[in-house]
């Protein structure tokens, strides 16, 4: 069955490709992807690497690869459709062809659920049995217009308030317990969220998605509260507040750690203001954050646990190539506090001096270190060349292995001379480990598509050309102006060519899933290799002609050949080209 490209999506994000094979092999963090012995072929020394920005794998062993659906298809050696049934039954989602309580439509339902009880909070604030909760907005000094601005609400004190309340809106106990509105103890259900100042969590196309709960109870177990994981909210990959500021004017996002910094930061002027929540930054929410192409500041609280996470958020913006900075804040906690005391101007002058997230973290090596002692400079030496060496643009580079020079006392040369050395080594392991499992790997006869070693040139184009087509579909046109499936000479090249430009046609976006429902699972892990390799996508226009002249030059070729030395193949091909130079004459 043709599956809608919106239950795809939201089985793919409900089945983060991480967490999914974790669950099967023992996975380590590799730099910004992850890497694992692969599953699918025996090897001492783990090629399977787990690219969490792009939801894929690729193992440059046996070149087995693709989504989340395709791992689980070669994995647990089923067909397409089973595969998807059991990603979709992990995640509580039901397939499209289930009727009317299919996962689209339950998703719409959640969706109008969550704005209907929004809506309650809302209510709920501004009556005589949400003084308690305005009470505390209010010694918070946030003003009517930005707890308007922010839907804020309030659940009152009671088991069953908001499930009542629901029920007269037609939902039922189920869709209440499915979008965690509702909580189950033993056989009995009551309301999640009972006196606590609410936050609703909206998603970039204004959707509430979600809730936060901020107690009034001083002995209540949970300060705050979430809602848990549903069919239409996932933590990992969602920013509070970012329906406001990704339409921010500001070069940047500031990143804080809980719902009032953010909105106070926002009441004050600052609309870029997000939030994480409850959770540390996640690939998702950097990558989020990357597609907006602003600069991250980093504002997380003075102690020790929001320093802490300073440095993972540092590691991952740094990993998924988002340019990030530290905000240092004197006298106070966290950005609240401190537009309260010294005022909104004096906070963006702490914006404008902010300090490299690199700096932040160079200058957090010697923490502890007696850099007066011949021990204590040789201790930060090591740290400073490993640290440096792993920078990639030569001018921070150059930057900080001066620092390191002048605080060691050693000269520059032989700083350079160490990071140098440093960086071959780690170019050198990671090269040598890359080639020996190419090696590995191309060393096995070529089962999916034997025509490749009659063909090695054609083939390297057909390949260029079918990865071009899977990127940028739109040139589908400029391709078939010169070539037909005809005049690719390997069969499963051709047949992948065809796939793909019939379903352009048809107004289908390629994708992974797409191949994986009508190719057998190597066949698809093949087209995945395919479209990963970096050195066979053409990039530009002159290397993708490039790679269409090369076909051409072989079908003419071909059809200068008498006819009783064609091959079927290209009997074929002279046929179709016969017919196409009759149409265009016509």
């Keep these: 069955m043709?599956?809608?490209?919106?239950?795809?999506?939201?089985?793919?994000?409900r089945n983060d490709i991480v967490d999914v094979m974790s669950s099967y092999v023992?996975?380590?963090?590799?730099?910004?992807?992850?890497v694992c012995s692969c599953p699918f072929h025996s090897e001492r020394t783990p090629s399977c690497h787990i690219y969490q920005d792009t939801q894929s794998f690729y193992c440059f062993g046996c070149h087995a690869g693709g989504d989340v659906i395709q791992f689980i298809r070669l994995i647990e050696h089923c067909e397409f459709m089973d595969s998807v049934r059991m990603l979709a039954d992990r995640a509580g989602l039901a397939l499209p062809e289930d009727g009317a309580g299919n996962g689209v439509n339950m998703r719409a339902r959640l969706l109008a659920m969550?704005?209907?009880?929004?809506?309650?909070?809302?209510?709920?604030?501004?009556?005589?049995?949400?003084?308690?909760?305005?009470?505390?907005?209010?010694?918070?000094?946030?003003?009517?217009?930005?707890?308007?601005?922010?839907?804020?609400?309030?659940?009152?004190?009671?088991?069953?308030?908001?499930?009542?309340?629901?029920?007269?809106?037609?939902?039922?106990?189920d869709e209440m317990l499915a979008g965690a509105l509702l909580a189950r103890k033993n056989n009995s259900v009551y309301d999640k969220f009972r006196k606590r100042v609410m936050f609703p969590i909206i998603d970039k196309s204004g959707n509430v998605i979600a809730f936060g709960g901020r107690t009034l109870e001083p002995t209540a177990p949970a300060k705050y509260l979430n809602s848990d994981e549903t069919m239409v909210f996932h933590k990992r990959s969602s920013l509070f507040s970012i329906n406001f500021a990704k339409n921010t004017k500001e070069k940047f996002f500031i990143l804080c750690e809980g719902y009032m910094d953010v909105i106070s930061l926002n009441q004050a002027g600052f609309d870029s203001a997000v939030a994480t929540l409850g959770t540390a930054i996640t690939p998702e929410q950097a990558n989020m954050m990357k597609r907006y192409d602003k600069e991250v500041i980093i504002s997380y609280d003075a102690d020790g646990a929001g320093q802490n996470a300073t440095m993972k958020a540092i590691n991952l913006f740094e990993e998924a190539g988002v340019s990030a900075k530290v905000l240092v804040i004197p006298d106070a906690k966290d950005p609240d506090e401190y537009i309260k005391r010294f005022g909104a101007e004096s906070f963006r002058?702490?914006?404008?001096?902010?300090?490299?997230?690199?700096?932040?973290?160079?200058?957090?090596?010697?923490?502890?270190?007696?850099?007066?002692?011949?021990?204590?400079?040789?201790?930060?030496?090591?740290?400073?060349?490993?640290?440096?060496?792993?920078?990639?643009?030569?001018?921070?580079?150059?930057?900080?292995?001066?620092?390191?020079?002048?605080?060691?006392?050693?000269?520059?040369?032989?700083?350079?001379?160490?990071?140098?050395?440093?960086?071959?080594?780690?170019?050198?392991?990671?090269?040598?480990?890359?080639?020996?499992?190419?090696?590995?790997?191309?060393?096995?006869?070529?089962?999916?598509?034997?025509?490749?070693?009659?063909?090695?040139?054609?083939?390297?184009?057909?390949?260029?050309?079918?990865?071009?087509?899977?990127?940028?579909?739109?040139?589908?046109?400029?391709?078939?102006?010169?070539?037909?499936?005809?005049?690719?000479?390997?069969?499963?090249?051709?047949?992948?060519?065809?796939?793909?430009?019939?379903?352009?046609?048809?107004?289908?976006?390629?994708d992974m899933s797409l191949i994986g429902s009508a190719f057998s699972a190597e066949e698809t892990s093949r087209v995945n290799e395919i479209c990963l390799e970096a050195d066979n996508l053409p990039y530009s226009l002159p290397r993708l002609d490039e790679y269409i002249n090369i076909l051409v030059e072989h079908r003419e070729k071909a059809g200068s050949k008498p006819a009783s030395q064609l091959s079927e193949d290209e009997m074929l091909r002279k046929m179709d080209e016969m017919r196409r130079k009759k149409h265009s004459t016509a």
């Design 2 to 13: 043709a599956l809608p490209e919106s239950f795809k999506e939201e089985l793919k994000a």
């Design 26 to 34: 023992e996975i380590k963090r590799a730099g910004r992807d992850y």
């Design 114 to 173: 969550n704005r209907d009880a929004a809506r309650y909070f809302r209510d709920v604030l501004l009556s005589p049995e949400g003084r308690e909760g305005m009470d505390y907005l209010l010694s918070r000094q946030l003003t009517p217009n930005t707890i308007r601005k922010y839907g804020l609400g309030f659940a009152p004190d009671g088991w069953h308030n908001l499930q009542f309340h629901l029920r007269t809106k037609g939902y039922t106990d």
């Design 349 to 510: 002058q702490l914006i404008d001096s902010t300090t490299n997230a690199l700096r932040h973290e160079f200058n957090r090596l010697g923490a502890g270190i007696d850099l007066t002692s011949p021990e204590g400079k040789a201790e930060f030496l090591e740290k400073a060349v490993e640290f440096t060496a792993m920078i990639s643009k030569d001018t921070q580079r150059s930057t900080y292995e001066l620092e390191t020079a002048q605080i060691t006392g050693q000269p520059l040369y032989v700083i350079k001379d160490f990071v140098e050395k440093r960086r071959n080594r780690n170019y050198a392991r990671s090269r040598k480990e890359a080639q020996r499992e190419l090696i590995r790997g191309t060393a096995q006869r070529d089962k999916i598509n034997p025509d490749a070693a009659a063909y090695p040139r054609e083939e390297r184009a057909e390949r260029g050309i079918i990865a071009y087509l899977f990127h940028s579909p739109d040139y589908m046109a400029r391709i078939r102006s010169k070539l037909s499936e005809a005049d690719f000479p390997t069969e499963f090249n051709r047949r992948v060519f065809g796939f793909i430009t019939e379903n352009i046609k048809n107004g289908y976006e390629p």
